[in-house]
């Protein structure tokens, strides 16, 4: 499963607007180094490793850790 793919799953809510995450939004996310998972940065199309042992949005700024 690829990395939109998999956040997509998620329903996250959007800071730039309100209500949920779109997939353009997402992918913004995941190009610009914001997404951290297993200890590493995720682009858009790259494959996500299972198990998922740690998810990180927005490691430089308002951390927020998923698990």
Known sequence: MDALDFLSQFRLFS???VGFASKSELRRWLEAGNVICNGKTLKAGDEVDFPVES??????????TLW
Do not use: A, Q, T
């Open 55 to 64: 998810l990180i949005i927005f490691p430089k700024g308002k951390r927020i």
């Open 15 to 17: 800071r730039e607007r």
